[in-house]
């Protein structure tokens, strides 16, 4: 069974920072693309940030030079640096799975964790 569970949610002030976390189960991880996707109230959900089982990295032009993921193998476990938050990065975040090698359709969705960044 797959399982994604995001930790590091929560409440900071504009130009704050904070780290997500994501563990997983039931996957290949070494062989896995994994990322981030987020969804504001109202808006459709987007992709943040994406990186490919050989840690290659992709980044939204929103996020670009803010944020940085990353991943640890032997823990199973992906992150996501946020700097210089803004208040429209608000949002649910959620870890995603997305298929093996380079990152390509999602394939399993993390419950969420939120993030709220206030002005």
């Known amino acids: 069974q797959v399982q994604l569970v995001e930790h590091g949610g929560g409440s900071v002030q504009a130009g704050g920072s904070l780290t997500l976390s994501c563990t997983t189960s039931?996957?290949?991880?070494?062989?896995?693309?994994l990322g981030w996707y987020r969804q504001a109230p109202g808006n459709e959900r987007e992709l943040v940030a994406s990186i490919a089982s050989h840690g290659t990295t992709d980044y939204a032009d929103f996020v670009k030079g803010r944020f940085t993921i990353s991943r640890d193998n032997a823990k199973k476990m992906i992150f996501l640096q946020m700097n210089d938050l803004k208040p429209n990065d608000t949002a649910i975040y959620y870890c995603v799975t997305g298929g093996v090698g380079y990152f390509s359709q999602v394939n399993w969705w993390g419950q969420g964790t939120q993030v709220t960044v206030s002005s």
């Open positions: 039931g996957i290949m991880f070494d062989r896995a693309a």
